[in-house]
């Protein structure tokens, strides 16, 4: 069964560059819209639902990093933020802020076209069976709460397998400390970054003896974890 092109709306203010992006698109299979003023942005999403927004940090009515932190507050719709401010701030804000990634001005419509399907590819739920996940040799059981590697048990406490359900469950997305604290403790208690950064430790050294040579889980400078999508072993540790 053939599954409905994705929509990708395009919320850039400058004519030429919203049109090339679109034409690049639709020649990729996507479909498109494109908004040039942020104020119309939110009122669209919540009525449309795209499956990923491009954009663009500088606008008419209301700026993109806005724009993405109040999307956030209802929708999970992947954001890949266009910008010409190259200041790291701005990157690493707009990360912060929920966006799945960043584009920097100039850029080559390939370029962004091969983002949104890696993006796209991130975000789409990882097919498993109903009793258990799997990615990147991590199985995970949620009814008897058990979790391996490669089919070597792995000792977790109850948060370290919280944590490593959240990483499994978008492979390669990119998680900031206070999405991994609102993940990890649902009771709204007061917990620290050094916290997070003590339970990803831990669970890296539990991981590490069961596969040598391949850092499951990246640290990214200045926002946060994800989990390395890595290929099958061919051969069993």
């Known amino acids: 069964m053939n599954l409905p092109p994705k929509n990708i709306l395009i919320v850039e203010d400058e004519p030429g560059l919203a049109e090339l992006l679109r ?10 819209e494109m908004i040039d003023n942020g104020l119309e942005v939110e009122p669209w999403v919540r009525q449309h639902s795209p499956d990923l927004i491009l954009l663009d940090i500088m606008l ?47 850029y080559s419509p390939r370029e962004v ?73 649902t009771d709204g208690r007061v917990v620290s970054d050094r916290t997070v950064d003590t339970h990803v430790k831990n669970l890296r050294k539990k991981i590490a003896p069961l596969q040598p040579g391949d850092d499951l889980i990246h640290s990214v400078y200045g926002v946060g974890y994800k989990l390395e999508v890595l290929e099958p072993s061919s051969t069993p540790l």
């Not at 109040?70 to 990157?91: G, K, L, N, W, Y």
């Not at 490669?150 to 490593?164: A, C, D, I, K």
């Open 113 to 185: 076209v091969a983002r949104v399907k890696t993006v796209l590819r991130r975000v789409t739920p990882v097919q498993v069976d109903a009793e258990s996940q799997s990615v990147s040799g991590i199985q995970l059981d949620e009814d008897r709460f058990l979790a391996s590697l490669n089919g070597n048990s792995l000792e977790l406490t109850p948060v370290e397998f919280r944590l490593l359900k959240t990483f499994a469950s978008q492979p390669g997305r990119v998680f900031s400390r206070s999405q991994l604290i609102d993940q990890l403790y």
């Open 23 to 32: 034409d690049y698109l639709l020649a990729s299979g996507y479909q498109v």
């Open 60 to 106: 008419p009515g209301k700026d993109g990093m806005e724009i993405c932190r109040d999307i956030r507050a209802f929708s999970s719709v992947p954001v890949i933020m266009t910008t010409a401010r190259v200041e790291e701030i701005d990157r690493l804000l707009g990360l912060e802020l929920g966006a799945d990634d960043y584009i920097c001005k100039p």
